[in-house]
């Protein structure tokens, strides 16, 4: 067997790290390209600088001292914690632990939706206000063991505020102000995050103080918010009668129609036009398609599938496509709080929107206008038009293909199934799906404008 030289066995394997560093770079800056770029506007308050706070004065070395103070109690379960908290940056965990209360609280839609987007929108303006101390564009927020004890590395300085405290103590006080029987519960898991990243020296005292405080201002605005959002008032309303209306008792949520928007102007800013008249062939054509549909036990699983997940819990669904997402795409904390937030404002207005149309028209649903319809399951307890799967898979698909681009084929894809489904179910005409989507479509649209800058070629 020939050998092979020395100098060129060295630099055979060294030529192939090269080319696949020079690969993985290329792939890092193209991934970095797709992460958008939230725009500098909060939700809750007009300027960042009117909840943002700088550090109290107190020397680096003194801050040092105590933080090592602190690092010198740690244990093993310390560090377990400061892992499971930093997992996903400021805002990730805190989503998780909202979604498990909702479900714990049989919180559903269109609710679910409010609380979330108050939530969110709390959480992204505390930690896009902890950016508001630092300038720098590129900063990744340090999440290693020890890493704000490291002097000899002042790249890796810790920022003047601390975005994990900033969102933990804003999270606890919304949490507490939606679960006000969990509060001391939700305070102390706010604690025990913030506590977490002091053990592992992760973050100066300084900055958590500074977090901390960017996190009470900002809490105190969102439950000021919602407190005014109109989502406490009663129907003192009747159904309406007629060959045309939706016929029932207790419709689900038709106070939702005037709960206050984020970003759409009022309700009815994207109302569609009146749906076709029940005699039209418009009308006729759609309880055909019903009532041909081939059903087989596959459409009649996905259609029960999409009947929850599109329906009382699609919140779940999408913010948990998000998570992951966001895991993925190593999205920084910033990007990761804006994208939570933008999600769950599409979706609660998109919910606004939908119920401001299914309340002004009151739309007789297709199984009781043609009693030969038998859909796969009793619909839902609230008007036909527009279809509520429509509205908010397709506002919530339509904000995550902008967030992940590489994925959004496959998520349009899935908010079009939540929408599709409803005619293998014989829930909804085909307008009221086209509706839902189009209207989804619009809010969620405006929603990603109002949130991130618009990306260029």
Known sequence: MTSIPLPQRIATPLTIVLGTTGALVALAATAQASEPFPRPEAWLTKSYADVAASPAPRGATDDRAALRRIVAARTAEDVTRFHWWATGG?????????????????????????????????????????????????????????????????????????????????????????????????????????????????????????????????????IAHGKTDRSDSKW?????????????????????????????????????????????????????????????????????????????RAHTLWNEIARTKLLEHGYGAATSARVLATLNVALADAGIACWDAKYAYWYIRPSQLDAELKPVFAPPNHPSYPAAHGCFSTAAATVLAHAFPRDAERLLALGKEAAEARIWAGIHYRFDIDVGQELGRKVAEKTIARAFVARTN
């Open 236 to 312: 003192t309303g009747t159904v309406p009668e007629g060959p045309d209306r939706w016929k029932g008792v207790n419709p689900i949520a038709p106070t939702a129609a005037t709960w206050q928007t984020w970003v759409l102007a009022t309700p009815a800013e994207f109302r569609p036009a009146p749906p076709p008249a029940v005699d039209s062939e418009t009308v006729r054509g759609a309880l055909a398609e019903l009532k041909g549909f081939p059903r087989t036990p596959k459409s009649n699983h996905r259609a029960l599938y999409w009947e929850v997940h599109g329906g009382a």
């Open 90 to 222: 400021p805002t990730y965990r805190w989503n998780e632990l909202m979604l498990e209360q909702m479900t714990a609280d049989f919180v559903v839609l269109p609710m679910a939706a409010r609380h979330l987007a108050l939530f969110h929108a709390a959480l992204d303006d505390a930690v896009m206000a902890t950016r508001h101390l630092d300038k720098r564009a590129d900063r990744r927020e340090a999440a290693g063991i020890d890493d704000a004890l490291d002097a000899a590395r002042p790249s890796r300085e810790p920022a003047p505020a601390s975005g994990h405290a900033a969102a933990a103590i804003a999270a606890a006080r919304v949490l507490g102000y939606l679960f006000p029987a969990r509060a001391d519960h939700f305070a102390a898991l706010a604690e025990e995050s913030i506590r977490s990243r002091l053990r592992a020296g992760a973050e100066l005292p300084r900055a958590i103080e500074a977090g901390r405080a960017i996190g009470e201002r900002v809490a105190v605005l969102a």
